[in-house]
């Protein structure tokens, strides 16, 4: 994900070293919906820290076909509505 370029954009401060891309994101001026807010939360969720090996098996369980095909687009469309939100600032 992309919300630390956001965070270098919006804040004079260096990025912080977390991933919670949610708290991240709040101190942007990107205007999240709350559908995409609650997007990265869940995508905030597959980072996994490989000491949780029983996390990492659990969502491994999850990860079929048919789940990463519909996180990809999500993902993939939201990337796509943050680009465009470089493009607006820049026009």
């Given at each position: 994900m992309q919300v630390k370029a956001f965070?270098?954009?919006d804040s004079a401060e260096d990025v912080p070293w977390i991933h919670n891309l949610s708290k991240l994101a709040k101190e942007t001026r990107l205007n999240l919906s709350?559908?995409?807010?609650?997007l990265i939360d869940e995508i905030a969720t597959f980072n996994i820290q490989a000491r949780y090996p029983d996390q990492k098996f659990e969502f491994y369980k999850r990860?079929?076909?048919?789940?990463?095909?519909?996180?990809?687009?999500?993902?993939?469309?939201?990337?796509?509505?943050l680009l465009s939100q470089i493009e607006l600032e820049q026009a």
């Open positions: 965070w270098v954009r709350e559908e995409q807010k609650k990860c079929t076909k048919e789940f990463t095909t519909i996180w990809f687009q999500k993902i993939k469309d939201f990337y796509q509505w």
